[in-house]
């Protein structure tokens, strides 16, 4: 089927001229039903369970849960669309919606080897899925292909090696009120104190690594230099993947709140089984974690004194530790030309 030319996408009456797209062309291809599982390959059978937000559903609920009874294994597709968080619109809750929560326990009840994948915009409280459910695969924002890449995950045609870019929360208890935008009470890694449930940097693997022969070049760190910190990564599993090493910095103790911790670099690494690498990053005297906004002297500035260094594969999960002493900022020195941010050189050996 095809769209006659200059076809026009109506979206939202109050968009600019009543349309958002101008199409030329728009070809639809039926899309032929899937052939039948050759001997030896899995069979999926689909059932909706649920929606998103409405209501449970008796019937189309316990004939969800029926398949899953009878299955080797039940993967359960849940999480938040744009109906729940979006442009425009906020949660009132971070659980997830509806009876999906309802749906993934019934489902666990007559079948333990359940495995929730979250197709979400946004974090989710799943707590109890945690603590019960054998695995977890976290789809964030994953594009038009994801059928194909949730498949490959989860019949081990892919090696996950994602990392979380935030802090999952077990409940908005943990979180300050709704238009409390201060960070420093407990929003972001840098300034929670409390248990997350999963920890920004977080991400698992079908393999294991491990951290070790911290070096760091220099005792201490003055205006003008740099210095290098590096680790070797060895793959201690059974098969093929990547894993992020994560620097992160604590700054000397000074007069103004500081972040505990906070992530200057990250450095991607594949490995073969049992192999391994040495990550290197470079840590300028200038990189922006160490300096801050003095009010009063209207300008940013450094406290001298130990500095922490930290390396591991997420905000919560440090496996080697140092320190370099940063020495005072002259005068006449002010705040550095260009800040670094957490873009910092690093490179693989």
């Not at 899937?34 to 059932?47: D, T, Y």
Request: with cysteine; glycine share 8%.
């Amino acid at each position: 089927m095809a769209l006659k030319a200059n076809t026009k996408c109506f979206c939202d009456s109050s968009a600019a001229e009543g349309y958002l797209l101008n199409i030329e062309r728009f070809q639809l291809n039926p899309v032929s039903p899937p052939p039948p599982p050759k001997p030896g390959q899995p069979e999926v059978v689909f059932k909706p369970g649920c929606s998103v937000t409405g209501p449970k559903d008796d019937a189309m609920f316990n004939d969800a849960v029926d398949a899953a009874r009878n299955a080797d294994v039940a993967i359960m597709v849940c999480g938040v669309t744009q109906e729940v968080d979006g442009e425009g619109h906020d949660r009132q809750t971070i659980d997830l919606t509806g009876v999906q929560s309802d749906l993934i326990k019934a489902v666990y009840a007559v079948n333990p080897k359940t495995v929730l994948v979250l197709a979400t915009n946004n974090t989710v409280a799943v707590n109890w899925e945690q603590e019960n459910l054998p695995a977890i695969l976290c789809a964030v924002f994953a594009g038009q292909a994801q059928g194909t890449a949730i498949a490959e995950a989860l019949f081990g045609e892919y090696n996950p090696g994602g990392k979380l870019p935030c802090t999952w929360y077990r409940s908005l208890d943990q979180l300050p009120p709704f238009h409390d935008y201060d960070i420093r009470k407990g929003r972001t890694y840098m300034y929670f104190t409390g248990d997350p449930l999963y920890p920004f940097g977080h991400g698992l693997s079908y393999t294991t690594f491990e951290f070790s022969e911290l070096k760091i070049s220099a005792d201490t760190l003055g205006p003008e230099q740099k210095l290098t910190v590096s680790a070797t990564i060895k793959n201690t599993g059974g098969r093929a993947g990547s894993e992020v090493a994560q620097l992160y910095v604590t700054a000397p103790k000074g007069k103004v709140q500081k972040p505990i911790k906070q992530l200057v670099g990250f450095q991607r690494v594949d490995l073969k089984p049992g192999q391994s690498k040495r990550v290197v990053f470079t840590l300028p005297y200038s990189e922006q974690a160490f300096w801050y906004w003095d009010e009063n002297r209207r300008k940013f500035v450094l406290d001298p004194g130990t500095a922490k260094i930290l390396l591991g594969n997420s905000s919560a999960n440090i496996a080697l530790t140092g320190e370099v002493t940063l020495q005072p900022a002259p005068e006449e020195m002010g705040e550095p030309q260009t800040l670094s941010g957490i873009a910092i050189p690093s490179k693989v050996i």
